[in-house]
């Protein structure tokens, strides 16, 4: 049983049944606008890449402000936490993080900014999954 206030738009079951090319057409959204969101993140990663390619010893990343924020970024530290903090306990953080990845700090530095930016890329597609939701669902339904 339907209830009354939907039943000026749902008469059966089969008003509410998502047509396979919408779910296409959804997926494809969603995949375009991934690519879009990640730009930002791969073009950071290039030049963090590159510039960890320039480290010679553990040391070189503290010098570098770009490299510290890529380190600070992986360890999962927000922007809003960092604003709590002060430059010396932010270097301190910087330098726990690096003692910790060993030998293969560069690469650990590059492959942690990367587990951390696909993170934040899927809260930003789901927010965005979200509110297309809401805006087919809730607003399209009003018309």
């Known amino acids: 049983m339907v209830s009354p ?30 690519i879009t969101e990640a730009q930002h993140f ?15 010893i553990k040391e070189d990343i503290l010098d570098n402000p770009q ?8 360890s999962g530290l927000s922007q809003k936490a960092q ?5 010396s306990d932010l270097d301190k953080i910087v330098e726990s ?5 060993g030998k293969r700090f560069k690469s650990e530095i590059l492959f942690r900014y990367l587990l951390t930016a ?7 597609m789901r927010n965005l999954a979200g509110s297309t939701a809401q805006i087919l669902v809730v607003e399209d339904g009003r018309r």
């Open 83 to 87: 604003g709590h903090l002060s430059t």
């Open 5 to 34: 206030l939907f039943s000026s738009v749902i008469k059966s079951h089969s008003d509410i049944i998502t047509k396979q090319s919408d779910i296409v057409k959804g997926f494809i959204n969603q995949a375009d606008a991934k």
């Open 97 to 101: 993080t690096i003692d910790k990845l």
């Open 118 to 124: 696909g993170d934040s890329l899927g809260g930003t």
């Open 42 to 56: 791969i073009k950071e990663a290039y030049l963090v890449l590159e510039a960890l390619r320039k480290c010679t």
């Open 67 to 74: 490299l510290k924020n890529a380190v600070l970024f992986a």
